[in-house]
Antibody, heavy 118, light 110 residues
Framework: QLQLQESGPGLVKPSETLSLTCTVS??????????WAWIRQPPGKGLEWIGN???????YYNPSLKSRVTVSVDTSKNQFSLKLTSVTAADTAVFYC??????????WGQGTLVTISS | QSALTQPPSASGSPGQSVTISCTGT?????????VSWYQQHPGKAPKLMIY???ERPSGVPDRFSGSKSGNTASLTVSGLQAEDEADYYC??????????FGGGTKLTVL
């Protein structure tokens, strides 16, 4: 069974860079059929798509976040990563990684809360 | 990128049916059959319930069904059960390999 697990600091200072990694197990990140996604959810609020990456490195980003987001992939480690620069309190959220295929996000990680605070 | 519009809340009694709407535009919901629905219980990750407007993943009860008309997609839960109480989110492709979610609907089983 495919599993995804987010990891990274739970606390980041304002103006710094948020960095998270998603480790995929039970399947290959190099699958032709799927993209890999980051999605966030501020406390008490809805879901927001951040971006997708293909195993080849092709990326697609939410236009509202594009200037601050970088998603990368490491196929040798079966991982993909998120960097979000110049964070503010508004970036505090639970961050999820997910598999994206056929127009839907079909497997999700458990999520990790990242708080932006000094 | 604007979020798809969902009612903040919906409710129904056990055994009844409830429908949740998801309204977009001719550039997203109306343009593509890539509408999906997710169920999220408190403190848990979202779970895919419907994909490609009306398809159910393996393991999702057939009480859950999806449809679309024009720029509005709908999720219907029939034979409501207590465990269906959760937040529900729709999602759609909006072109240029971008994806958008709805604001979410809190479903209460009375």
């Amino acid at each position: 069974q495919l599993q995804l697990q987010e990891s990274g600091p739970g606390l980041v200072k304002p103006s710094e860079t948020l960095s998270l990694t998603c480790t995929v197990s039970g399947g290959s990140i190099s699958s032709y059929d799927y993209y890999w996604a980051w999605i966030r959810q501020p406390p008490g609020k809805g879901l927001e798509w951040i971006g997708n990456i293909y195993y080849s490195g092709s990326t697609y980003y939410n236009p509202s976040l594009k200037s601050r987001v970088t998603v990368s992939v490491d196929t040798s480690k079966n991982q993909f990563s998120l960097k979000l620069t110049s964070v503010t309190a508004a970036d505090t959220a639970v961050f999820y990684c997910a598999r994206h295929g056929g127009g839907s996000f079909d497997f999700w990680g458990q999520g990790t809360l990242v708080t932006i605070s000094s | 990128q604007s979020a798809l519009t969902q009612p903040p809340s919906a409710s129904g009694s056990p055994g009844q049916s409830v429908t949740i709407s998801c309204t977009g535009t001719s550039s997203d919901v109306g343009a593509y059959n890539y509408v999906s629905w997710y169920q999220q219980h408190p403190g848990k990750a979202p779970k895919l319930m419907i994909y490609e407007v009306s398809e159910r993943p393996s393991g999702v009860p057939d009480r859950f069904s999806g449809s679309k008309s024009g720029n509005t997609a709908s999720l219907t839960v029939s034979g409501l059960q207590a465990e269906d109480e959760a937040d529900y989110y729709c999602s759609s492709h909006e072109g240029s390999n971008n994806w958008v979610f709805g604001g979410g609907t809190k479903l209460t089983v009375l």
